[in-house]
């Protein structure tokens, strides 16, 4: 089952989130506006100073994702193999 758009404050997005309670709308502007403010006044040939919070939150997301679809290809891939094993 997927579950999306959960409460910030509930069990299963914290639990999701590493045990912290996600960003919400505002914190994500917050940050958007940040970077903002960091780059004000910069040439365009000079690299872009990114939010630290933010790219360590998407870090760990993107690792929780991976480990998430490695698990269920396990699991589908057992389901299979039990599968061909009680065909034959």
């Known amino acids: 089952m997927y579950v999306r758009h959960l409460?910030?404050?509930?069990?299963l997005a914290i639990d999701d989130n590493g045990g912290l309670m996600p960003w919400s709308m505002?914190?994500?502007?917050l940050a958007d506006r940040w970077e903002q403010e960091a780059n004000r006044?910069?040439?365009?040939?000079?690299?872009?100073?990114?939010?630290?919070?933010?790219?360590?939150?998407?870090?760990?997301?993107m690792a929780q994702r991976g480990s998430r679809k490695r698990a269920a290809f396990e699991r589908a891939k057992a389901r299979r193999e039990r599968y061909l094993r009680t065909t034959k």
């Open 7 to 11: 409460p910030r404050d509930s069990a």
């Open 26 to 29: 505002v914190e994500h502007l």
């Open 41 to 61: 006044g910069k040439k365009k040939d000079t690299p872009v100073i990114r939010n630290p919070r933010r790219l360590e939150v998407q870090s760990k997301q």
